[in-house]
């Protein structure tokens, strides 16, 4: 089975400092990736995904994941976070063929204003 | 979320009791799945209708889980004989292109 590790578990940053967040999978083949955050008390939201093409891609609020198809990561960056990112942020990975998506265990952001 | 419907929003029932939870997709689509939340935890995949019959229910824990659809539309997740670590956020999804639509979700608390 494949699995996703999300290595931040809590990440607490200030208003206008950079934000990482780091992705690894477990899967040989074609993988399907995403990001989705959850605000609190709202429902999951996708961020970005990456099907195939340019390995780095935008989303929305600023947010953009770079493939690195050696390294086994989707790792998610902002440039300046702000206080309305606050939020739980889950990788997920699925294949064309497959029927489920594998999430990660979540990163916790808090942005101090 | 836009597109699918959860409810009851929250649910609170003692241990050893009957729960049912529900999800209307809204547009109809085929493919229609259920994910489980616990606390500190990504969703976990439990089951995935395409059409009135489940395709895969591997994830489902043990046999006190069952999900009904139909009519391939609505879809029940039920649960017998509660027990507290049942306890989670439950998730419904359509798919939408290659990736998902979540709904709120269902809180079930059991205590």
């Known amino acids: 089975a494949q699995s996703v590790s999300q290595h931040n578990h809590h990440v607490i940053l200030s208003e206008a400092a950079s934000l990482e967040l780091g992705c690894n999978y477990s899967y040989g083949g074609t993988v399907n990736l995403f990001w989705y955050v959850q605000y609190p008390g709202q429902h999951l939201q996708l961020l970005l995904k990456y099907f195939s093409g340019d390995p780095l891609v935008k989303g929305i609020k600023g947010f953009e994941a770079e493939f690195i198809k050696s390294k086994f990561s989707f790792n998610l960056r902002k440039p300046s976070v702000q206080w309305s990112d606050t939020a739980e942020y889950f990788c997920?990975?699925?294949?064309?063929?497959?029927?489920?998506?594998?999430f990660g265990t979540g990163t916790s952001l808090t942005v101090i204003p | 979320g836009a597109g699918v419907s959860q409810t009851p929003s929250n649910k609170v029932t003692e241990k050893g009791k009957y729960v049912e939870l529900r999800c209307d997709p809204i547009?109809?689509?085929?493919?229609l799945y259920w994910y489980r939340q616990s606390l500190g935890q990504g969703p976990e995949f439990l089951i995935y209708f395409q059409g009135t019959g489940a395709a895969d229910d591997s994830g489902l824990p043990n046999d006190r889980f069952f999900a009904v659809r139909p009519e391939g539309s609505v879809s029940t997740l039920k649960i017998q004989r509660t027990e507290r670590g049942d306890s989670a956020v439950y998730l419904c999804a359509r798919k939408q292109g290659r990736g998902y639509t979540f709904g709120s979700g269902t809180r079930l608390t059991v205590v």
């Open positions: 547009s109809g689509h085929t493919a």
């Open positions: 997920a990975v699925n294949t064309d063929t497959g029927n489920q998506f594998y």
